[in-house]
């Protein structure tokens, strides 16, 4: 009877140690892989102000002891712009934290930017020297679901690079997307998603316009817009409006054929 006594105070002597063992062991390693200090590294895409957020909320996480793997996580929660998080620790403390971003794309009517994983994020996100370097587009609606954001990023793509040097891109619907010139602001292309003009459009297009200025025509008459519109089949059909480039009634009208 005793001998069974011992064997049990034994076999709980044990077990009682195995379990302060693991205990101690998952402090030990909750303090070891704890973040105590960091030095955070950020893509210089991002602007000031995003950084200094993005590092408050770091700082947050890490004085609440957070792992490393929950760190990530709420990161990319909080800030879907972020594409990437690398933490490199020692024990006693995490020593670097950085961050890769996943690249502007599109400025939409100077607000909010697009990136490159199909996010909408503030402008401020990112620098004013990133933001001058993107494709800026004017839409109608600030409201941008899937289907707009889809067809904003075709032209983005499909549309020469060099257009966008020459013109400002404004959609208005599936049937109506402008080209608005940048230095003769008397004179747009209306174009839509079946008509995507290309190089060779585009220099039809600039010879026309050309044409108007030779002739002194956008001096001579200052209140109205010149539309070419190259919606059509192998033609590009010419008229000016007398109240804005969206104006239905048209006071000139000419047919160019595209050969």
Known sequence: ???????????????????????????FCSYVFAVQECNVSIDPCISHSAQQEITACIKDLTDEHVSAKNIIAQ??????????????YVPCGITDIELAVYKPRVLINNQRVLTCNDKLVDK???????????????????????????????YCV?????????????????????????????FSILFNDTSMPSEKVLQYCAQIKNDLISRRTFEAKKNKQWIADIRFK????????????????????SNYHIN
């Open 1 to 27: 009877m005793a001998r069974r006594l011992v064997m049990n105070i034994r076999l709980i002597s044990s077990i009682l140690s195995v379990i302060i063992l693991g205990l101690g062991f998952k402090l």
């Open 75 to 88: 990161l990319q929660q909080q800030f879907p712009f972020i594409k990437s998080v690398s933490i490199a």
């Open 124 to 154: 401020n996100v990112f620098t004013n020297y990133q933001n001058k370097q993107l494709i800026a587009i004017a839409t109608q609606s600030d409201n941008q679901d899937d289907a707009k954001l889809t067809m904003l990023k075709q």
């Open 158 to 186: 499909q549309l020469p690079t060099s257009v966008f040097d020459v013109y400002d891109l404004c959609y208005v619907d599936d049937a109506h997307a402008w080209l608005h010139d940048k230095k003769q602001t008397s």
């Open 234 to 253: 192998n033609q590009i059909v010419l008229y000016s409006t007398q109240g804005g480039w969206q104006d239905g009634s048209h006071f000139f009208r």
